[in-house]
């Protein structure tokens, strides 16, 4: 039956064209074994990204929502795939010897607790101020990844205490994660180089320690909202866990050689997409010029 109606289509037949496209939402609303592979392979090639630079959930979001699910449920359940990519490669991390457990648990519990906030204030927060300013702020970080000298695989000086660190780049930018999201990890990332001096792959390995618990706060909230796509979810979760195994070993292995570009990708990815925003600035200016 799809082949007979995928003929048609590709002879014309926009009657046949409009019960294909009928048959693929209804099979998305199923979750039919055909769109769970699918999305599998998204969240792989999202987790080994995730794993080196973040940036997944510009290609998981988009991907759910496609499948079928609401804008809210498909950002819920990006995040539950995550959750497992960000293990997985933690795990590898962990097992090069490349996270400080005992000085950095604290920032990993504050980061959670932030989140955890951001996600149950997040109706209050400006979004659509914060989606104007941070492409330019997005930007900038691409900037930096590129022409700073600290972006190397050396630890340079640490500029603030871990303390300092605590209370507030872990706190603040584990709100953001909670109430917004886009450009989390290339925020711990720059705060691990500039902060306290980390050298970019030991830097990569905090920042997914962080953004999993980042991540598991905000998770709560939309599984207590009832959120969250179980099945589709773990399916994708399997693959984010497989590709972050590839991601990690990837950095550890070539270091910021492949880091510090990813990140630069990511920054401006993120701001690319903010600006088709049609309610950003940037892209009214663009359409009205037009």
């Known amino acids: 039956m799809e082949t007979e109606a995928l003929n048609e289509i ?38 080994a990204f995730d794993a080196i630079a973040g940036g997944g959930g510009l290609v998981t979001v988009p991907a759910l929502v496609i499948a079928g699910l609401d804008p809210v449920s ?26 400080e457990w005992e000085r950095i648990w604290p920032a990993t519990v504050l980061a959670c607790l932030g989140s955890i906030m951001g996600a149950l204030v997040v109706s209050s927060v400006p979004q659509q101020l ?10 900038i970080m691409a900037l930096y990844f590129a022409l700073s000298p600290k972006m190397t695989d050396d630890d340079a000086e640490q500029r603030v205490s871990m303390a300092a660190f605590c209370a507030t780049a872990a706190v603040v930018i584990g709100f953001y994660d909670g109430a917004f999201g886009p450009g989390t990890g290339s925020f711990f990332m720059i705060a691990f180089v500039l902060l306290l001096g980390y050298g970019v792959v030991r830097a ?5 320690l962080l953004n999993l618990a980042s991540i598991l706060g905000s998770l709560s909230i939309y599984v207590f909202q009832g959120l969250v796509h179980w099945r589709i ?3 994708m979760g399997l693959g984010a866990f497989i590709g972050a195994q590839v991601g990690s ?7 910021a050689k492949l880091i510090r570009p990813l990140l630069m990708v990511v920054c401006c990815a993120i701001a690319f997409k903010l600006m088709l925003d049609p309610m950003h600035p940037v892209y009214r200016w663009i359409a009205g010029s037009i």
């Open 204 to 208: 990569t390995a905090h920042t997914k």
């Open 10 to 47: 590709l002879r014309g037949d926009s009657a046949s064209a409009i019960r294909f496209m009928d048959m693929i939402s209804f099979l998305a609303g199923e979750h039919s074994l055909f769109i769970l592979c699918i999305l599998a392979g998204v969240a792989f090639l999202a987790g």
């Open 130 to 139: 914060v989606k104007t300013g941070l492409p330019f702020l997005l930007i």
């Open 233 to 235: 979810g773990v399916v």
């Open 74 to 99: 498909a950002i819920a359940t990006s995040k539950l795939q995550a959750t497992l990519g960000a293990i997985s490669a933690t795990k590898n991390f962990a097992r090069a010897g490349l996270i």
């Open 249 to 255: 070993k990837l950095a550890i292995r070539v270091g």
